[in-house]
C-alpha cells in the first residue's frame, strides 16, 4: 500500500482500500482526502469525473508534488453548479485528485446538510467520505442540492 504525507499539513495520511478498488488517503488533521485514479473510477459516476478531470487538468501548477508518485500537481477550476466552481488539485502522472477540505467547506457548508443523520455521529473518516460523496454529487451537476438564497458566487473568484 502506497504511503502518502499530506500536502497541506504534512501529517501521514491513513490510507483506504486496496489494489483492486483503489486508494484512498485521508488526513486526519486537516480533512484533506487524497484520491486515486483507480478509486476515482470505481466510486465517482464517470459523468462527474470528466468535470472534474477536465477542471484540474486543464489547470496550472499547483506547486507541489504529488504525495504518492512525486508526479507534478495542477490545479484548476470546477465547476459544480452554473454560478460557482472551486479549485481542485490533481497530478497529472498518476491522476490522483487531492480535495482539500479546508478550502472546500466555506464554500459548501451545505455538504454538511447532505450528510444522512446517522452519519453526523460517525467516524471522522466516515464524515470525509461523506464528504467527497458531497463533493460528487455537487459536480454531478446536480444544483438542487444548494439553496438557491445561499450566495456561494464569492466561492468562484478567491484570491489565491
Ligand atoms: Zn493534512
Ligand atoms: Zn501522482
Sequence with gaps: MPEATCPCCNSE???HGDVVAGHMHHCSYCFGILASDRWLNGNIRQTSLRNLRNGVFNGKSAGYRCPTCQGEMVKG???????SSMEIDGCLKCG???FDNREIEPF???IQDLL??????????DKALGTLVGIAGLLSGSPAVIDEDTDISQASDSEE
Design 77 to 83: 477550476p470546477v465547476p459544480t453548479s452554473k454560478d
Design 13 to 15: 495520511m491513513d490510507a
Design 96 to 98: 490522483s485528485i487531492w
Design 116 to 125: 444522512p443523520e446517522s452519519d453526523k455521529s460517525a467516524s471522522r473518516w
Design 108 to 110: 459548501f457548508p451545505e
